[in-house]
Nanobody
């Protein structure tokens, strides 16, 4: 069982930056693929970024602006978000799954955090 707790969300102006963190419980963090997803009001949950041991994957909508990283010593995955846009407004969720999972497929993730709200004002 893995428990995930997100933090770092908030209100920011367009063009600003935020860094989300996701702290995981347990001793096997390094064996999990980690992902960030988001869900805006009235929309389906969408993939934002994923990371396996080293390889990363970012959705086209955030490439060049967001960066996912992980610190296995701290059992934490991060999402650095720069040049934020109003359309980035959503609840951001952290997820953990098997290394063999397809990064962008939510069904491949077994554990989810409760989410953190990110609001970008224009």
């Amino acid at each position: 069982q893995v428990q995930l707790v997100e933090s770092g969300g908030g209100l920011v102006q367009a063009g600003g930056s935020l860094r989300l963190s996701c702290a995981a419980s347990g001793r096997t963090f390094a064996t999990y693929a980690m992902g960030w997803f988001r869900q805006a009001p009235g929309k389906e949950r969408e993939f934002v970024a994923g990371i396996k041991r080293i390889a990363t994957n970012h959705a086209d909508s955030v490439k060049g602006r967001f960066t996912i990283s992980r610190d296995n010593a701290k059992n934490t995955v991060y999402l650095q978000m720069n040049s934020l846009k109003p359309e980035d407004t959503a609840v951001y969720y952290c997820a953990a799954g098997a290394m063999l999972a397809v990064a962008g497929d939510a069904a491949g993730y077994d554990y989810w955090g409760q989410g953190t709200q990110v609001t970008v004002s224009s």
